[in-house]
């Protein structure tokens, strides 16, 4: 059974508009959520997190919002830029237990 | 560059024969951890290691071992490929909430 689940494969979003990524997770006892992008040929690499406790984290261009009640999470790039074509793994953890990864949403910026 | 590398980055290999992949940190991290990424499964951990001698399973260790007998060095073996295990592995290093992957080794069992 899918811990976390990201139910878009892709998304295209011009450059220069908002893109957002979608992320549902089951287990309540999640108490922190990542980002990872990673792009062909290479290994993921880590954008941002948040914890639990936590609504919002922003980071530069990047936002991670968290919604508890309805166990879901998003993360806007805002301006989207062409470097930001990737694949985009969410991912959930509790304590120091494993962490779980989403499917990935591949992201494509088009001119 | 975070320091972790793997070898071999390609390998093509037949049904039944061992395989192994190195893993290799050069930040002197404790953990690592050996993932496998399929088309419609997203990273699922294989194994996982907290310390020189410590591992652990992970979600899919089936069919897999490792090995830690040095920090920098972490060794996955598949003792009898099969087709099932063509994949994409990569090996990671550092705290769960923040782990530095390498950049990956693409293996094809024939």
């Known amino acids: 059974d899918q811990q976390v689940k990201q139910n878009s494969p892709s998304l295209s979003v011009q450059e220069g508009r908002i893109s957002i990524l979608n992320c549902d997770y089951t287990n309540s006892m999640f108490d922190y959520f990542l980002w990872y992008k990673k792009y062909p040929a290479e290994g993921p690499t880590f954008l941002i997190s948040?914890?639990?406790?936590?609504d919002k984290n922003e980071d530069g261009r990047f936002t991670v919002f968290l919604n508890k009640s309805a166990k879901h999470l998003s993360l806007h790039i805002v301006p989207s830029q062409p470097g930001d074509s990737a694949v985009y793994f969410c991912a959930a953890g509790y304590r120091d237990d494993k962490i779980i990864f989403g499917k990935g949403t591949r992201l494509h910026i088009l001119p | 560059d975070a320091g972790i590398t793997q070898s071999p980055r390609h390998k093509v290999t037949e049904t039944g024969t061992p395989v192994t992949l190195r893993c290799h940190q050069t930040?002197?991290?404790?953990?690592m951890y050996w993932y496998r990424q399929d088309p419609g499964h997203g990273l699922r951990l294989i194994h996982y290691s907290y310390g020189v001698k410590d591992t652990d399973k992970g979600e899919v260790s089936d069919g897999y071992s490792v090995s830690r007998s040095k920090t920098e060095d972490f060794l996955l073996t598949l003792e009898s490929a099969t087709s099932s295990q063509t994949s994409v592995y990569f090996c990671a290093m550092g705290p769960l909430r923040e782990q530095y992957f390498g950049p990956g080794t693409r293996l094809t069992v024939t």
């Open positions: 930040e002197n991290h404790r953990y």
């Open positions: 948040i914890s639990s406790i936590k």
